[in-house]
């Protein structure tokens, strides 16, 4: 496990921006499954930005997860990506696999389940991915796999319908044997409000993981946490 730890939210996304790019730089191409959330707009601003040339074409965006609404919802990580990166740089369309918020949940599961199982190659039997960046709530979820459904984390599934513990909204997340498979996993975690479970997650000695996130553990050990000293304050106490 590394930890990358910044000052500032800024520096956040230059530092994860920078890993990236390096990540991609001696491959052809690369999978990334993508977090949604609001902690990723700083990093796509700076990518589209200080990266605005960079060959995107090598480049296949995922995402762990997706809301249950429109592609036009503000609501959708999708579209989120798009107003953020995908609309100022130029990649294939292609390149773009979205999870479709506006299809029916349990067949959406099912279809892109079989978009990983075709796209990706299959490690132990599980589509792997090149990289897949994490966010985490104030709860501890991550992807969408929340607390008061954690058995979902362990589904057979490579993606399942989840539901938003206070919404209620359906979402469709990987799974935990999609995330742990990758080649490496990468946290993007801001913020005062995510100290707790961090300090929880990073310091706990005890077994009890009762968090998902604290189930983020890839085969490959490649694991970065990307955070701000507002969200590491805890770790060094
Ligand atoms: C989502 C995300 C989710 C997110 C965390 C953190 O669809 O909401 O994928 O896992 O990463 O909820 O969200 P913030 O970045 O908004 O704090």
Sequence with gaps: ??????????????????????????KQSITVALSGGSTPKIVFDH???????????????????????????????????VDYLLSKIEIPSENIHRILGDNIPEAEALRYSKELEKNLPLENEVPQFDLVILGMGDDGHTASIFPHEMELWDATEFCVVATHPESGQQRISVTGDVINNAKAVAFLVTGASKKDKI????????????????LVSPLSGELHWFMDEEAAQGIYK
């Design 47 to 81: 990518l589209a930005t200080e990266y605005k040339h960079t060959d995107w074409s090598k480049f296949h965006f995922y995402w762990g997860d997706e809301r249950c609404v429109p592609p036009t919802d503000n609501d959708s990580n999708y579209k989120m990506t």
């Design 1 to 26: 496990m590394k930890l990358h730890i910044s000052k500032t939210k800024q520096e956040v996304a230059q530092e994860f921006a920078d890993f990236l790019i390096d990540l991609a730089s001696d």
């Design 199 to 214: 300090d929880a997650i990073l310091n706990s000695q005890n077994d009890d993981l009762e968090y998902p996130a604290s």
